[in-house]
């Protein structure tokens, strides 16, 4: 076997094989004996058809076979004998014929980890948004798990308004005929939610308890039912009950219900998450500036076969989220095809900042210690809440390992380029005010 090795492009390079004539003889032998024992060909026995009339009707099945044979058993061995770093699955690009006697020859294209040498990495001027702390969140916080714990009561109040629940009997009419799915009983229907037709909830608020009212209402034409689409209905409303949403006090006794004995202890606790929160959504934010100033000093050709992974990665970190909040990516709209034209450029920004960081690794000479992998490890297991020892143990498998190396030296990488970078820090930009809406309609 020959093979020739030429660049195509930095992340790309063509393999040129030559076969002998004799181990292409070898392998159309094999396959033909492999297709002889099962060839059913009318009016020869099975196992007996001669080898001219095996060659005259199963020429193509050996040739793919013998095909696919010669790739498998040239291929791999030619990237390791040549040192090439292919990622991904070869592309054949040209072949001869399978023929007796002759050479086989094919072309093998694939993508290689691009080598990366970077510059200009030193000195980056920075801008990182200082840390200021707002007296509001926790307060905001507090209400919105007041408003989680509260609790639906009976009002002896007499009129319905928005934000409370009703209880109600309807029934639909739809040119004076009622339909199917539009009569209920005892229906809780929270009025401002956005739950009913188009105009029904507006309706019933100012009902009052044991009041009967007929309600208008036009459905959509893009509702679901085609019958109804777009047709004037009217419903036969009875409000039955009325209830409103009472809220806990906020006391010791309600902070008891998060796991802390008293209100400041739970305050104090919110404080810091929000604190911790807030911090890491700062640094993460300096980092993106970091990596992105790295790129547009370090222009990087990335393989096809690295952004397809990182997009499979990341797909699946997605799905995994939705999941632990029982929920899925398909309710928000989200399929693999969509998400990889979406996020693709996110990908490539992601795969090149990595093969960034990990070349001035390198060229830094930053590594992983063993004490730090080991203090890795623990850190992981406190915040998993998981054994150590079964972190160690997930750990110790070779891929594991090798990913959590690389880890660690990309942390210790973003900490020695931020101690050589210019940052400096500014004030954290106000959102802006929302357009007003009437203003915006009238104009």
Do not use: C, H, W
């Amino acid at each position: 076997m020959n093979v020739k090795v030429e660049d195509v492009s930095s992340i790309k390079k063509r393999l040129l094989f030559e076969i002998d004539p004799e181990k292409v003889d070898k392998e159309i032998s094999r396959a033909y004996k492999k297709i002889g024992k099962t060839a059913k060909v009318k009016g020869f026995r099975a196992g007996k058809v001669p080898a001219s009339v095996l060659e005259k009707y199963y020429g193509a099945q050996m040739e793919q076979e013998v095909l696919t044979r010669l790739i498998n058993d040239t291929y791999f061995k030619a990237l390791d004998e040549n040192d090439v770093p292919a990622i991904g699955e070869p592309n054949i690009v040209d072949s001869s014929g399978i023929n007796k006697g002759e050479v086989f020859t094919y072309e093998a294209e694939v993508e290689i980890k691009p080598e990366v040498t970077a510059k200009d990495y030193t000195g980056l001027s920075l801008e990182k948004e200082k840390f200021v702390t707002d007296a509001k969140v926790v307060g905001d916080r507090l209400e919105e798990m007041r408003r989680s714990r509260s609790q639906l009561e009976v009002t002896s109040r007499k009129k319905a308004r928005n934000g409370d629940s009703v209880v109600i009997d309807f029934e639909g009419f739809v040119d004076g005929e009622a339909f199917d799915g539009g009569k209920g009983e005892d229906y809780l229907l929270e009025l401002g939610s956005g739950s009913f037709i188009p105009g029904f909830e507006e309706q019933v608020v100012g009902m009052k308890r044991e009041e009967s009212k007929d309600v208008e209402v036009t459905f959509p034409e893009a509702y679901g039912q085609a019958e109804l689409a777009g047709k004037p209905a009217v419903f036969k409303v009875e409000l039955k009950e009325i209830k409103e949403k009472v809220v806990p006090d906020l006391n010791d006794e309600f902070a008891k219900g998060f796991g802390v004995d008293t209100l400041d202890e739970l305050k104090t606790e919110l404080q810091k998450s929000y604190e911790t929160q807030e911090k890491s959504r700062v640094d993460n934010d300096l980092r993106e500036k970091l990596v992105s100033a790295l790129i547009e000093r370090n222009p990087v050709e990335v393989p096809e076969a690295m952004i397809a992974k990182q997009l499979d990665y990341m797909y699946e970190n997605i799905s995994n989220r939705m999941q632990s909040q029982g929920m899925s990516v398909e309710m928000l709209g989200i399929t693999p095809e969509n998400f990889r034209e979406n996020y693709r450029q996110t990908a490539v920004e992601q795969v090149s900042g990595n093969l960034i960081l990990e070349a001035i690794g390198r060229q830094e000479g930053i590594q992983a210690a063993e004490s730090e992998i080991d203090a890795k490890l623990e850190e992981i297991s406190s915040m998993a809440n998981a054994p150590l020892e079964t972190v160690k143990k997930y750990y110790s498998a070779p891929e594991a390992r090798v990913g959590l190396m690389a880890q660690i030296a990309e942390e210790k990488v973003i900490s020695f380029l931020l101690d050589n970078a210019k940052v400096k820090e500014v004030s954290p930009k106000k959102p802006k005010k929302p357009a007003d809406k009437n203003t915006k309609e009238g104009a």
